[in-house]
């Protein structure tokens, strides 16, 4: 007897149902997919118990005619491709000619289609892959699928089906992405007769991104647009304000086509760079519309992911468009006009905050922020609107603006501040470098000290010189001259760490060595300053190109509206 057999059809049918068919969301999504193709500009989809109990959709499409009705529930029977060449210039969602068979076999479902060009439709009944009955019918143009008692046949993947309100959640979450590039449709999902969503086709996005992000996040969100050859790139960013611990709210979409993608998901992630905290993510819809002989969408069942032939193409000009289009964005302090020569403050844009600084709630200086900004400069970032009020907690500088309340946290500040001088430095080759006429002793781990020997000579062109004393023991002979008050033994820990992943040509690597540099040689938390100390702070953030967070990606200030804090108070509605 044969140990290796031919699986019968109907198996074979329900293993591959299982790789495009896992819940009632990939049901709604693959037709969906098919009344797109099928050039309808109005798409309504009801469900029942999530799904669970029915799935129909409905649109105004070209319509099936009676003999292709029979041959769309075959498997691998399509439209859309002829020959293993068209694979690669495929431009519809659907291709393989495998959603309607797999989705027949492990349900009850009907068809009721008209083409657009005949005066009656048909009705075709299918139930766990076997044909019931195909009769003509008076339907409107286009197709009506309806399925019922998902898995009816597979109690043990039915079985696997969540709650209903949670099955609903999942198709919710999948309409929200799909319909989002399809501006000129109008989409309806109805759950339990009951709509949900109506989404009106329009050319306006901003309802659409509501849908997926949220009205505030959408309102606040910065386009930008990129070509390249045959290589559009289009993207909708949240400031990092709105980042999240999980990349849920990261979409990305090829050839209008919902996808995951490692590669891109990466670009994003690297184009946002420091303005993202480590381990979050941001929220944000990517366009990419590409050459289909470019790309490989047939390397998943569901199709939910591609390849792109120049991935690295592709990757820089993510990372790219992303980086200008937030640098476009930023701005810096509230404040609009430039400090005058004479450094004077407009002070009837007051609220009636005190005319002059507090400092922690007790005078310690008799210079008012006037006189302090003569002394700086007419370059300070201390804009005419702007009054120190003072410092609080010895970690956060309080300002008064024309908008209301501006609070900054020194050490992320004063962080941003030597990460940038350095970088500027380096590329100029002329960091500062303080010589030590008592070289400061330091004993490193075993692990360190072979790091140290090994690429140790790497740190020279960062000012930093150590010398071999012996055994496992260090001379720091220098130090560049912004890191004045390290803490010598946590700092080169962490430091060698960093030199431990990689060479200092890797711009990855160098960016983590100068961003813990200016981690260590930063202004703490905790550590008073004066007057003139803060607004020769703020001055030098002014100039930073990227001054709205430190190098960790922690926000370097939040900024609280007159109506705000009002509102805080019950002032106002």
């Known amino acids: 007897m044969n140990v290796i057999r031919i699986l019968p059809e109907k198996v074979a049918s329900q293993i591959a149902a299982g790789e495009v068919v896992d819940r009632p969301a990939s049901?709604?999504?693959?037709?969906?997919?098919?009344?797109?193709?099928?050039?309808?500009?109005?798409?309504?989809?009801?469900?029942?118990?999530?799904?669970?109990?029915?799935?129909?959709?409905?649109?105004?499409?070209?319509?099936?005619?009676?003999?292709?009705?029979?041959?769309?529930?075959?498997?691998?029977?399509?439209?859309?491709?002829?020959?293993?060449?068209?694979?690669?210039?495929?431009?519809?969602?659907?291709?393989?000619?495998?959603?309607?068979?797999?989705?027949?076999?492990?349900?009850?479902?009907?068809?009721?289609?008209?083409?657009?060009?005949?005066?009656?439709?048909?009705?075709?009944?299918?139930?766990?892959?076997?044909?019931?009955?195909?009769?003509?019918?008076?339907?409107?143009?286009?197709?009506?699928?309806?399925?019922?008692?998902?898995?009816?046949?597979?109690?043990?993947?039915?079985?696997?089906?969540?709650?209903?309100?949670?099955?609903?959640?999942?198709?919710?979450?999948?309409?929200?992405?799909?319909?989002?590039?399809?501006?000129?449709?109008?989409?309806?999902?109805?759950?339990?007769?009951?709509?949900?969503?109506?989404?009106?086709?329009?050319?306006?996005?901003?309802?659409?991104?509501?849908?997926?992000?949220?009205?505030?996040?959408?309102?606040?969100?910065?386009?930008?647009?990129?070509?390249?050859?045959?290589?559009?790139?289009?993207?909708?960013?949240?400031?990092?304000?709105?980042?999240?611990?999980?990349?849920?709210?990261?979409?990305?979409?090829?050839?209008?086509?919902?996808?995951?993608?490692?590669?891109?998901?990466?670009?994003?992630?690297?184009?946002?760079?420091?303005?993202?905290?480590?381990?979050?993510?941001?929220?944000?819809?990517?366009?990419?519309?590409?050459?289909?002989?470019?790309?490989?969408?047939?390397?998943?069942?569901?199709?939910?992911?591609?390849?792109?032939?120049?991935?690295?193409?592709?990757?820089?000009?993510?990372?790219?468009?992303?980086?200008?289009?937030?640098?476009?964005?930023?701005?810096?302090?509230?404040?609009?006009?430039?400090?005058?020569?004479?450094?004077?403050?407009?002070?009837?844009?007051?609220?009636?905050?005190?005319?002059?600084?507090?400092?922690n709630y007790s005078q310690t200086a008799e210079s008012t922020v006037a006189q302090v900004k003569t002394q700086v400069g007419e370059q300070s970032i201390v804009k005419e609107d702007i009054q120190i009020i003072g410092q609080f907690g010895n970690t956060y500088i309080l300002c008064q603006t024309k908008e209301g309340l501006l609070i900054v946290d020194q050490h992320a500040a004063h962080e941003r501040i030597v990460y940038e001088n350095l970088k500027k430095g380096l590329q100029a080759s002329q960091i500062e470098a303080q010589t030590l006429l008592v070289p400061h002793k330091i004993e490193l781990a075993m692990k360190e000290k072979r790091i140290v020997l090994k690429k140790g000579a790497q740190l020279i062109r960062f000012g930093i010189e150590l010398d071999h004393f012996g055994g496992n023991t260090f001379l720091v002979r220098s130090f560049p001259a912004m890191l004045r008050n390290v803490q010598w033994d946590s700092f080169l820990s962490e430091l060698i760490a960093e030199l431990e992943k990689g060479n200092l040509g890797d711009d990855t690597v160098l960016d983590k060595v100068l961003t813990v540099m200016a981690c260590h040689g930063a202004i703490r938390a905790g550590h008073r300053m004066t007057n003139e100390e803060m607004i020769h702070l703020l001055s030098q953030l002014d100039e930073m190109d990227l001054p709205t967070n430190c190098p960790h990606g922690r926000p370097v200030f939040k900024h609280f509206t007159y109506y705000e804090i009002e509102k805080m108070f019950k002032r106002v509605l």
């Not at 309802?207 to 992000?213: A, E, N, Q």
């Not at 990372?319 to 020569?341: D, M, Q, Y």
């Open 27 to 359: 049901v709604v999504r693959e037709l969906i997919d098919n009344s797109i193709d099928a050039g309808a500009d109005r798409i309504v989809i009801s469900i029942e118990k999530g799904g669970k109990g029915a799935i129909k959709v409905s649109d105004n499409g070209s319509g099936i005619s009676r003999d292709d009705l029979l041959l769309c529930v075959e498997r691998h029977a399509t439209s859309k491709i002829e020959t293993v060449s068209d694979l690669f210039s495929v431009k519809s969602l659907g291709f393989r000619g495998e959603a309607l068979p797999s989705i027949a076999s492990v349900s009850r479902m009907q068809i009721i289609s008209r083409p657009q060009d005949q005066l009656a439709g048909h009705r075709l009944k299918i139930a766990g892959g076997k044909l019931i009955a195909i009769e003509e019918v008076g339907a409107p143009a286009g197709t009506i699928v309806e399925v019922r008692n998902l898995f009816f046949n597979l109690p043990a993947r039915r079985k696997f089906l969540r709650a209903g309100k949670t099955e609903s959640d999942y198709i919710i979450d999948m309409f929200s992405k799909v319909t989002l590039p399809y501006l000129d449709i109008n989409f309806r999902l109805d759950d339990d007769g009951k709509t949900i969503m109506n989404l009106p086709s329009s050319h306006q996005r901003l309802h659409r991104l509501s849908v997926l992000m949220g009205r505030k996040v959408a309102e606040s969100i910065i386009k930008a647009q990129e070509r390249d050859l045959d290589l559009e790139i289009s993207v909708y960013l949240a400031p990092s304000d709105f980042s999240r611990t999980r990349g849920d709210r990261l979409f990305i979409y090829v050839n209008d086509r919902n996808i995951r993608d490692r590669l891109v998901t990466k670009a994003i992630i690297e184009g946002y760079g420091q303005r993202l905290m480590k381990g979050q993510y941001p929220q944000a819809v990517v366009f990419i519309k590409i050459d289909p002989s470019k790309i490989d969408i047939n390397v998943h069942p569901a199709k939910q992911e591609v390849r792109f032939r120049n991935s690295r193409e592709v990757f820089q000009i993510i990372v790219s468009t992303i980086e200008k289009a937030l640098a476009r964005s930023f701005h810096a302090f509230p404040g609009k006009e430039p400090i005058r020569k004479n450094g004077s403050v407009d002070q009837k844009k007051s609220f009636g905050f005190v005319s002059e600084p507090v400092w």
